[in-house]
């Protein structure tokens, strides 16, 4: 299964987003089953948990952007999503959807946010 995020632009700071992850290989009782995340990559910095939607349906955040993005999901496009306002500089980032399966975890390709000043 091969995810590809979307929805990655450039804007400026206080700006919205909407990234998505469409993972529609995925049988839906795998789908219901799974941990799903967003993480991003900043140049020179590791890869770091930016939110995460459990199995049973808690959201965790990233202090950091706690308030300011939102995760879900769609059972029937069997898409992941991440709702992005008032976006800061720091969250110029390349971003991944991530999906664990429990038995294999699929990462996307990454889509580039870029948040000027």
């Known amino acids: 299964v091969q995810l590809q995020a979307s929805g990655g632009g450039s804007v400026q700071a206080g700006g919205s987003l909407k990234l998505s992850c469409p993972a529609r290989r995925i049988i839906l009782s795998t789908w219901n089953r799974s941990r799903m995340a967003w993480y991003r990559q900043a140049a020179g910095k590791q890869r770091e948990l930016v939110a995460e939607l459990t199995i049973g349906g808690s959201t965790n955040y990233q202090n950091s952007v706690k308030g300011r993005f939102t995760i879900s999901k769609d059972n029937a496009k069997r898409t992941l999503y991440l709702q992005m306002n008032s976006l800061e500089p720091e969250d110029t980032a390349v971003y991944y959807c991530?999906?664990?399966?429990?038995?294999?975890?699929?990462w996307g390709q990454g889509t580039q946010v870029t948040v000027s000043s």
């Open positions: 991530n999906i664990d399966v429990g038995s294999q975890e699929y």
